[in-house]
């Protein structure tokens, strides 16, 4: 998702954002609400948070939930989070803010019901035809036709695309991004034409990597908040060099370390030779 998103997706959108940096993990019990999950998370260049919602129907609820999961997120990461909700063809307006009191929460809506589908599909399927390279562009309105008004057989335009890495990757990403909205048809379709097992293999390469990230940043929360514990604001600039250590095996090394270290200038010291040893490993 990361790297199908980082350079063009909230432009696609029309979101004026920080460039996304990496996807963070969402089903962590701090962020579970009620048995559900928010759909994605990332860590944004100036080191805020998307949250992105997918929607095919609109309750004011929702929003209660949405907030939810945004203070949850905001406990465990301690930063400034802006949420969007992505709607589907059939909700053509929804509440964006709600006062809550002493808390006013304000999200911002994209409504994929602006999007021509169907004009969509037939420059896509033309591109295809004629054997040209998809943009990125094109390869995000080829992800997000599920969710535009579209009359077209969309599973017929991946047999189309020729490049089997290209074809692989894209569809992977559509069932991924589609799995609460997605026709269970269009799914059978899809999986006609790839191999299932190729499918497979791309979800599972991007789960192990996804479960990777999770366990980095949950060992770096965990070293910045026995900081935090130790000197408050003064590790303000420590913690951030610890964000830069994202080897699982410095950062378990280091908390051990730390645990034993006396004062802030011996786990300074420990810091710089964990980054260090990632930077120049034997």
Same mark, same amino acid.
């Given at each position: 998702?990361?790297?199908?998103?980082?350079?063009?997706?909230?432009?696609?959108?029309?979101?004026?954002?920080?460039?996304?940096?990496?996807?963070?993990?969402?089903?962590?019990?701090?962020?579970?609400?009620?048995?559900?999950?928010?759909?994605?998370?990332?860590?944004?260049?100036?080191?805020?948070?998307?949250?992105?919602?997918?929607?095919?129907?609109?309750?004011?609820?929702?929003?209660?939930?949405?907030?939810?999961?945004?203070?949850?997120?905001?406990?465990?990461?301690?930063?400034?989070?802006?949420?969007?909700?992505?709607?589907?063809?059939?909700?053509?307006?929804?509440?964006?803010?709600?006062?809550?009191?002493?808390?006013?929460?304000?999200?911002?809506?994209?409504?994929?019901?602006?999007?021509?589908?169907?004009?969509?599909?037939?420059?896509?399927?033309?591109?295809? *035809?004629?054997?040209?390279?998809?943009?990125?562009?094109?390869?995000?309105?080829?992800?997000?036709?599920?969710?535009?008004?579209?009359?077209?057989?969309?599973?017929?335009?991946?047999?189309?695309?020729?490049?089997?890495?290209?074809?692989?990757?894209?569809?992977?990403?559509?069932?991924?991004?589609?799995?609460?909205?997605?026709?269970?048809?269009?799914?059978?379709?899809?999986?006609?034409?790839?191999?299932?097992?190729?499918?497979?293999?791309?979800? *599972?390469?991007?789960?192990?990597?996804?479960?990777?990230?999770?366990?980095?940043?949950?060992?770096?929360?965990?070293?910045?908040?026995?900081?935090?514990?130790?000197?408050?604001?003064?590790?303000? &600039?420590?913690?951030?060099?610890?964000?830069?250590?994202?080897?699982?095996?410095?950062?378990?090394?280091?908390?051990?370390?730390?645990?034993?270290?006396? &004062?802030?200038?011996?786990?300074?010291?420990?810091?710089?030779?964990?980054?260090?040893?990632?930077?120049?490993?034997?």
């Amino acid at each position: 998702m990361t790297e199908q998103f980082k350079d063009r997706a909230l432009d696609f959108y029309g979101i004026d954002f920080a460039p996304i940096v990496r996807v963070e993990a969402t089903d962590l019990p701090t962020i579970t609400v009620n048995d559900r999950r928010m759909d994605f998370l990332f860590l944004l260049a100036d080191d805020t948070y998307l949250h992105l919602e997918f929607q095919t129907t609109f309750e004011e609820v929702d929003l209660n939930r949405f907030l939810q999961y945004d203070v949850s997120a905001y406990e465990l990461f301690k930063k400034p989070i802006q949420t969007v909700v992505i709607y589907g063809a059939d909700i053509s307006n929804a509440l964006t803010y709600k006062n809550y009191g002493s808390v006013k929460y304000e999200t911002q809506a994209v409504y994929m019901k602006n999007y021509g589908g169907d004009q969509i599909m037939r420059e896509l399927w033309t591109k295809a *035809e004629n054997g040209e390279v998809l943009s990125e562009i094109d390869e995000l309105n080829l992800i997000f036709l599920p969710l535009m008004n579209s009359a077209v057989n969309r599973s017929e335009l991946a047999k189309k695309i020729q490049d089997e890495d290209t074809q692989v990757r894209l569809m992977a990403t559509v069932i991924a991004i589609s799995d609460k909205f997605i026709d269970k048809a269009y799914v059978d379709q899809l999986l006609e034409v790839l191999s299932m097992a190729k499918v497979l293999e791309e979800f *599972e390469k991007r789960a192990r990597l996804m479960e990777e990230q999770a366990r980095v940043s949950q060992s770096q929360n965990s070293i910045k908040d026995y900081l935090d514990v130790h000197f408050g604001m003064e590790s303000a &600039d420590l913690q951030k060099r610890v964000e830069m250590i994202n080897d699982l095996e410095q950062l378990h090394r280091l908390l051990r370390s730390l645990y034993r270290a006396d &004062d802030q200038q011996i786990m300074e010291d420990l810091i710089e030779a964990a980054i260090l040893r990632q930077e120049n490993p034997k």
